[in-house]
């Protein structure tokens, strides 16, 4: 355990190295910061002492190595648009995706497993007919499209809960909604096959031949295995969720790390979208990591593998 | 190989029949909507680029002696005419961008499990690499290095999604690799380009091909968002996405206007999705 | 004057305090929309298209509307539009290029820190500080020297005389700041937490995301009558309707036009519009390369624009068919009609220019005005109409706004343009029409000559005559597309006691809840 442990570590550390790497080139394509930062009519002389002091003249190298030293120290770089520490700002912003995601982890999975339950109980019957073709519905409408189906219904016409922003709970209906129909949709599905696939396994069978209750059967034997898989896809949905779910927290106006890295991908504040794809590349990384140590312990025959 | 002919099915009768349906759904669903985006334009006699001031907003119906049954958008354009267009330029580039990260994946990954060592290493954490940034940051920020348009649209979307493929076709190389024809192949002296070309790259079509057929939803909405987001091609052009954004400012008054191109995003992203199941199990598994 | 003034310390734990209880007080406000707790005490909520970066005045691009309400300036200017009292009692122009001002008493700062003279000094010197590098120091290039010389009076020196000297000491970039917080603060943190003179006290400022306000009670003009504000930023205007349609917003800017008959009908609801207070929208264009450096290609283009079907059907009236960029507000203005719609001179006049069959060209457009991406595809089809093949493009608006000056733009571009610093034509022409401005594409040598004039001419009935001239002039060489000039249209709840100004000022001092 401790050398698999050590082996992804590393590969992890790889990774956020390659990410920075990659970023720093992508931005360095994308041109001059000078000409975004200062204003349209400095002259010549105020744009070659702005590059001397942000570190623009310098070799490519030079500056790639500085870049890599000040991301080993926590630095981030300063946001054009803001005027502020990248990693500040991106810190602000965290809070309220964080609380989106686990919210729509949250319902998706409890809802999702308990309708997956449901269908794989009442296999082929109506119940199992409908519930699949709400699964199927639900992979395939686009998140935007149902945020705004939802806003037209529950803001517009019924003015029930707000179009955006951020606050209480009724503000965080919607984009939980929204954010959380796809993850839905995928538990259901995944815990109905799975629960149908462990449902035959001849541990169950010996269990029902038992004579042990159905329901009992169902939850303790069968469920316990089938739901490995759904979990670690609702961690790896809440994982790449972390990088900010772009399109939700902008229809509903949510304060989260998405809608800051649109922004600032429409403003050109590259040191800002740096932060912003190195850190959800962190999120990202780690959640895996997490989930494949705890995929090890719980599922002790990966380990023979 | 056919249902009927057997393949290996486990289940009770009701849901072999049940299912058959399901697979004359998939493809036959995908096929009417191929069929109107690639001759419906030439068909449906209005153009998607003529506005009427006096119609603008006007509701599915007839408008000035015009038939429009889809409405009329924010410049008076026959949205059904629109749609068509549309759906037509979004399925190119989807398709376009899934047989790019096809086959950028299948090569990389075939070179990755056939050669090992160094180069499999560096290929495999490249993919990691690719898969720990946010899809659909990466797609905008190089939208927004490289500028908007038809083929930095499909050469984002279809580079951004060559690692899954890269991972599964690695996966099947190492399996052929210990097979008998190879060793042979590789005992009478055949290049390893060879032995790529003609020995593995083809072995790999099915796996690759129901892969692709699950991934083509994600690029199908992924084009949407980018449209929906004000970074895809530039208007007057339709795409799904754009006429998403298009109705998305006008949903107070012209609802209609998201209503078909968002069906047509699902339609598709469900014909996709039923006829890679449907694939998956005629040629997979 | 009251006594109470903010203890600085105090006034700082406050926001930082606030800012962390931003989410439970939010929270309670969001589980009980309408709290019985009286109109005095309710927040105004005014949701913008946008936000600004910063609140520190020698950096704001935009939002001032926001700012007028933290800061003070010299002079202030009242609903109709005239120059009055503010922090100055009273100024006069002592030499061709001296103006004095004298300074109201006893002014104090949010913080307690005295507005003198010094003050005054301090905060113009500070935008016109090349080291700074302030993106306004164009609005008051023309002070050379601002100087202190008694506790209430400031001396400000130009380099040639400027007759708009008291109406550029109305509004941004001028604001007064504290010269003692600012030094011990230092720029990045009074860009986040900025203490001004002004009606409002900022307590908590997310960029990009809202800022909240208190009432100054001690502010020298009166105490605010409402106490609290939020400026929240809704780019979206979906989302923005929403908010005023379910309560979450009393005050929305930049309506959609295809909204207003839908506000019209909510019987809670007024739109409160000002016609041609807005901005004047244009075409610019590169005149230096061919094809059009050709007067007769820029008449033609001109003419293969319907303007009066854009405003009516696109615009739904909400905007003016114009043939001047200057303003009904501003000084100068002359009523010169839009140039007729006339495709078949326009395509005469193409062909007399040497292209009869056309001839292809870029066009940019930003998302960015009202409906201006429609607009920009009904012209690009007008283009087409005459010949003129125009491939369109909407560019991100961070992007444009630094291709625009820097010279970097399509041949053909739109841009709006606006007088409200100083109503004056000055501010509506100079910057788009004078060789050399960075905003300017055009080269006239005569054109140059006038707005100089006009510039530094002291007699009132010699600056109007000059103005007539420089707008014949326009309407004659076509040195860019005028189009239409927006209505600033807004939409509030009937419980708000709001007018909109020609200035676009969003001052709250002057609003109120009904009783």
């Known amino acids: 355990m401790a050398g698999f442990l050590a082996r992804r570590f590393g590969q992890m550390l790889l990774v956020i190295f390659g990410v920075s790497t990659l970023v720093f080139f992508a931005l360095f394509i994308a041109g001059d910061p000078a000409t975004l930062m200062l204003p349209p009519d400095a002259t010549a002389a105020e744009i070659a002492a702005f590059r001397h002091r942000m570190g623009f003249d310098a070799p490519l190298l030079t500056q790639y190595l500085h870049y890599l030293g000040k991301l080993l120290h926590g630095d981030f770089g300063t946001s054009l648009r803001f005027h502020a520490p990248a990693l500040a700002l991106v810190l602000r912003h965290l809070p309220a995706t964080v609380l989106l995601a686990v919210t729509a982890m949250g319902w998706s999975t409890l809802l999702g497993v308990g309708l997956g339950i449901l269908a794989a109980v009442r296999r082929d019957r109506p119940a199992d007919t409908a519930l699949r073709l709400v699964g199927l519905s639900g992979q395939a409408i686009p998140v935007f499209w149902l945020g705004l189906l939802l806003i037209l219904l529950f803001s517009i016409r019924l003015r029930l809960l707000p179009v955006g922003g951020y606050g209480g709970l009724r503000h965080l209906v919607l984009p939980a909604l929204t954010l959380g129909a796809y993850a839905m949709s995928t538990a259901m599905r995944l815990t109905r096959s799975s629960l149908i696939e462990a449902l035959g396994k001849d541990y169950v069978r010996t269990a029902r031949a038992k004579g042990m209750p159905e329901p009992y059967v169902v939850v303790r034997h069968a469920l316990r295995n089938a739901l490995i898989p759904v979990l670690t896809f609702q961690a790896l949905e809440f994982a790449s969720l972390l990088g900010g779910a772009v399109v939700t927290e902008t229809i509903f106006s949510w304060p989260g790390i998405g809608r800051l890295a649109i922004q600032a991908i429409h403003n050109r504040d590259f040191p800002l979208v740096q932060a912003i794809v190195i850190l959800s590349a962190l999120c990202f990384t780690t959640v895996n990591l997490l989930v494949d140590v705890a995929y090890r312990w719980l599922n002790p025959r990966v380990r023979l593998a | 190989m056919s249902a009927r002919t057997g393949a290996p099915f486990r289940g009770r009768p009701s849901t072999r029949r049940r299912l058959r349906a399901d697979i004359a759904l998939g493809p036959v669903l995908l096929l009417g909507l191929a069929l109107c985006f690639a001759v419906g334009p030439a068909l449906w006699p209005k153009s998607p680029y003529a506005t009427t001031l006096l119609a603008i907003y006007h509701e599915p119906g007839t408008a000035f002696g015009q038939w429009h049954p889809f409405g009329t958008d924010q410049l008076g354009r026959d949205m059904l005419a629109r749609l068509l267009l549309g759906g037509r330029i979004s399925v190119a580039i989807v398709l376009l961008s899934g047989v790019l990260a096809a086959s950028v994946g299948s090569l990389l990954g075939t070179i990755s499990g056939y050669f090992g060592g160094l180069v499999d290493a560096a290929i495999m954490r490249l993919a990691d690499i690719q898969l720990a940034i946010p899809l659909i940051l990466s797609i905008l920020l190089v939208i927004a290095i490289l500028g908007p348009g038809m083929q930095n649209l499909v050469l984002v979307l279809g580079l951004s999604g060559w690692a899954t493929y890269a991972r599964a076709a690695r996966a099947r190389v190492l399996e052929l690799r210990e097979l008998d024809f190879l060793q042979a192949a590789r005992a009478i002296g055949a290049s390893p380009g060879r032995i790529l070309r003609v020995h593995l790259l083809p072995n790999l079509v099915p796996t690759q091909v129901v892969l692709m057929s699950l991934d083509l939803p994600r690029l199908v909405v992924a084009e949407a968002s980018i449209g929906f987001l004000g970074m895809g091609i530039q208007p007057p052009e339709p795409t799904l996405g754009n006429l998403l954004a298009d109705g998305q400012t006008a949903i107070l008054y012209a609802p209609w206007m998201i209503v078909f191109p968002g069906l047509a995003v699902c339609m598709l992203v469900i014909g996709f999705n039923m006829t890679g199941d449907w694939i998956a199990r005629r040629f997979g598994a | ?515």
């Open chain 3, 1 to 515: 004057m009251s006594r109470r003034v903010f203890d600085t310390r105090r006034f700082s734990r406050a926001a930082s305090l606030s800012a962390r209880m931003a989410l439970l007080a939010a929270a309670l406000a969001g589980a009980c929309p309408a709290v019985a707790a009286g109109q005095a005490d309710r927040t105004l909520v005014i949701a913008e298209e946008a936000g600004p970066a910063t609140l520190d005045p020698c950096f704001i691009r935009s939002d001032a509307a926001l700012l007028d309400n933290i800061f003070d300036t010299l002079v202030g200017r009242d609903d109709t539009g005239r120059l009055v009292a503010s922090v100055a009692l009273d100024w006069e122009q002592t030499t061709p290029l001296v103006w004095t001002f004298h300074l109201r008493p006893g002014l104090r700062f949010q913080n307690g820190e005295p507005l003198d003279a010094a003050a005054v000094a301090f905060s113009l010197n500070r935008i016109l500080d090349p080291a700074l590098g302030s993106p306004n120091l164009s609005y008051i290039r023309t002070v050379a020297e601002v100087s202190a010389p008694g506790p209430l009076t400031v001396r400000i020196r130009t380099s040639a005389p400027d007759p708009l000297l008291p109406a550029r000491m109305s509004r941004y970039p001028a604001y007064i700041v504290p010269p003692a917080y600012l030094r011990r603060v230092g720029n990045a943190l009074f860009g986040r937490q900025p203490v001004g003179s002004g009606p409002y006290a900022v307590t908590d400022y997310a960029p990009d995301d809202h800022v909240d306000m208190i009432a100054n009670n001690a502010y020298w003009r009166a105490t605010p009558r409402i106490r609290r504000v939020s400026w929240r930023v809704v780019p979206q205007p979906t989302a923005r309707i929403g908010a005023l349609l379910t309560g979450e917003a009393d005050l929305i800017d930049s309506v959609p036009v295809d909204a207003i008959g839908l506000i019209r009908r909510q019987r809670d609801l007024a739109i409160d519009g000002l016609p041609g207070s807005g901005l004047t929208l244009y075409l610019g264009l590169r005149t230096r390369q061919p094809p059009l450096n050709d007067v007769r290609v820029r008449r033609a283009l001109s003419l293969a624009i319907d303007r009066s079907s854009i405003v009516r059907y696109i615009l739904k009236g909400y905007a003016t068919p114009t043939g001047t960029q200057v303003g009904p507000y501003d000084f100068g203005y002359q009523d010169v009609p839009a140039p007729a719609y006339d495709p078949a001179e326009a395509r005469r006049l193409l062909a007399q220019a040497g292209y009869p069959h056309g001839f292809s060209i870029r066009m940019q457009v930003p998302r960015r005005y009202v409906k201006s991406a429609e607009i920009g595809q009904f012209i690009a089809q007008e283009f087409a109409a005459i010949g003129v093949a125009a491939t369109l493009q909407i560019p991100d608006w961070s992007v444009y706004t630094q291709d625009v000056p820097a010279g970097r733009q399509a041949p053909i571009y739109m841009l709006a343009w606006g007088s409200t610093q100083t109503l004056d034509a000055d501010a509506a022409l100079y910057p788009i029409l004078h060789s050399g401005e960075p905003y300017s594409q055009v080269d006239l040598p005569q054109l140059d000559t006038l707005l100089d004039a006009a510039r530094t001419t002291m007699d009132t009935e010699i600056r109007r005559a000059l103005y007539a001239r420089i707008q014949t002039m326009v309407t004659e060489q076509v040195p860019l597309l005028t189009l239409y000039r927006e209505d600033q249209v807004f939409a509030a709840t009937r419980k708000l006691i709001f007018q909109p100004r020609p200035d676009g000022r969003i001052d709250v001092f002057d609003m109120a809840w009904a009783p």
